[in-house]
């Protein structure tokens, strides 16, 4: 069966200081990846997603992720936090299909990050 | 404006009283889905439906229910609503290949006392 997990349900971080947040997947085969992220009173907002090629993906708002195939990662990082970037992160992964249609969309529990000035 | 919608937006109702919280999306996208947030247990997919009059249960389907008459509207019902209903739900939709992100609306905030 497919899952996502969060292993951190809350990361702490200066502003100007590097972040990660983590997420590992069990799925078979090649998944896609997302990330989301949550603002208080919204709903999710897409930030990257991972579907072939380079491993490194490049996101809105500077952050980023890695896909790492031996380790069933997908870290979502950004080099310098904003106290702005406080806020719900999911994970989520999708069972490639060959056949066409669309698996859902499995998310992790969340993590919420806090950027302190 | 590409958007999902969903209303209402906060909804307090009583144990048995039926609601019906509606979704639309102006994407023309083929699947849409509705999830529950809780604390601690973050999105599980409620229904979910690939293309019009195609529905399935996601995870979570106790105590609700779906159509999908249009392409554009994915309402969920809660025929007799109970206190563990109580949460916070999302609407999405997407385009039907699997590489592509989901859109979500806003949220609806339901309490059943």
């Known amino acids: 069966a497919q899952s996502v997990a969060q292993p951190e349900d809350q990361v702490n971080v200066a502003e100007g200081n590097p972040l990660t947040v983590k997420c590992t997947y069990s799925?078979?085969?090649?998944?896609?990846l997302f990330w989301y992220v949550q603002y208080p009173n919204r709903g999710l907002q897409f930030l990257l997603k991972?579907?072939?090629?380079?491993?490194l993906v490049k996101g809105s708002y500077g952050f980023e992720a890695e896909f790492n195939k031996s380790q069933t990662s997908f870290h979502l990082k950004k080099p310098s936090a904003l106290v702005s970037d406080s806020a719900l992160y999911f994970c989520?992964?999708?069972?490639?299909?060959?056949?066409?249609?669309?698996?859902?969309?499995?998310f992790g529990k969340g993590t919420k990050l806090s950027v302190k000035p | 404006e590409a958007q999902v919608t969903q209303n209402p937006r906060y909804l307090i109702t009583v144990t048995g009283k039926k609601l019906t919280v509606t979704c639309s999306q102006n994407?023309?996208?083929?699947?849409m889905s509705w999830y529950r947030q809780d604390p601690g247990l973050g999105l599980r997919q409620i229904y979910y439906?690939?293309?019009?009059?195609?529905?399935d249960k996601g995870d979570v389907p106790e105590g609700y229910k779906v159509s999908r008459k249009e392409k554009r509207n994915f309402p969920l019902i809660l025929e007799s609503p109970s206190p563990n209903q109580t949460s916070l739900y999302f609407c999405?939709?997407?385009?039907?290949?699997?590489?592509?992100?989901?859109?979500f609306g806003p949220g609806t905030r339901l309490t059943v006392l």
């Open positions: 999405a939709s997407s385009p039907r290949t699997g590489g592509n992100e989901q859109f």
């Open positions: 799925v078979s085969g090649n998944p896609y």
């Open positions: 991972y579907i072939t090629g380079d491993n």
């Open positions: 989520a992964v999708r069972e490639r299909n060959y056949g066409g249609s669309q698996g859902n969309l499995i």
């Open positions: 994407m023309n996208h083929e699947y």
């Open positions: 439906s690939m293309n019009v009059e195609v529905t």
